[in-house]
């Protein structure tokens, strides 16, 4: 266990509609990041957020949108839903911003847009 | 701009034999270097990383990574593979040269199947 905690597990939607998806970090961690996985497109880096402050941006499309509150939780926001979007999005933690520390994933949200 | 290869999407080892699973990157500066591996229905671990020092670096179930500047890879090892190492393994690399890019550039993955 990471310690990373992401709900919900699995994401049943239709296209148009909007969802959120939500993460805990480990404790103590200051840096949240996105990604999304899918078959065609391996391992796609969203946003970083880092003590509440966008750090990076990464391939994240305009219909997504993220933040992290003052507790450091964080929420991925997706709307307008497209079939394509079917993928499981993972966020990951690491305890600071600059990329030199392992980050720790959560078990991800397995989003489905039927 | 900076990139992570992994030339091969899967690689097959027979049990306790030696495994390699390969990753170049190309950057401005001096890299960091991480290995990640993902089981089935699960989020990816963190197995290894390099950030100056030693090239040979040990990581977490006996694996670990070789560092090659002038090759510009750095290759994961193991030196007797167990089926439950069958798993996908990402290479990602962070560019240190410069203060604003935080964010680690991850290769495909390569899938790897250790048979019985």
């Known amino acids: 266990d990471s310690g990373v905690t992401q709900t919900p597990k699995h994401l049943i939607t239709a296209t148009g509609q909007r969802v959120t998806l939500r993460c805990s970090p480990r404790s103590g961690d200051l840096s949240v990041y996105w990604y999304q996985q899918s078959l065609d497109q391996g391992l796609q880096f969203l946003i970083q957020y880092y003590n509440g402050e966008e750090r990076a941006k990464g391939n994240i499309l305009e219909r997504f949108s993220a933040q992290q509150f003052p507790d450091l939780h964080s929420e991925l926001n997706l709307s307008s839903l497209e079939l394509g979007d079917s993928a499981l999005y993972f966020c990951?933690?690491?305890?600071?911003?600059?990329?030199?520390?392992?980050?720790?994933f959560g078990p991800g949200t397995r989003l489905t847009v039927t | 701009a900076q990139s992570v290869a992994q030339p091969e999407d899967q690689v097959n080892v027979a049990e306790g034999n030696p495994l390699t699973v390969k990753c170049t990157y190309s950057v401005s500066g001096n890299p960091y270097l991480f290995w990640y591996v993902q089981y089935p229905n699960r989020g990816l671990q963190f197995l290894l990383k390099y950030i100056t020092g030693d090239n040979l670096v040990k990581g977490s179930y006996g694996f670990e990574a070789e560092f090659n500047k002038s090759q510009t890879s750095f290759h994961l090892k193991k030196p007797s593979a167990l089926v439950s190492d069958s798993a996908l393994y990402f290479c990602a690399v962070r560019d240190m040269k410069g203060d604003s890019n935080y964010q680690l550039i991850w290769g495909a993955g390569t899938k790897l199947i250790i048979k019985p």
């Open positions: 990951a933690s690491s305890a600071h911003g600059q990329g030199a520390g392992e980050q720790y």
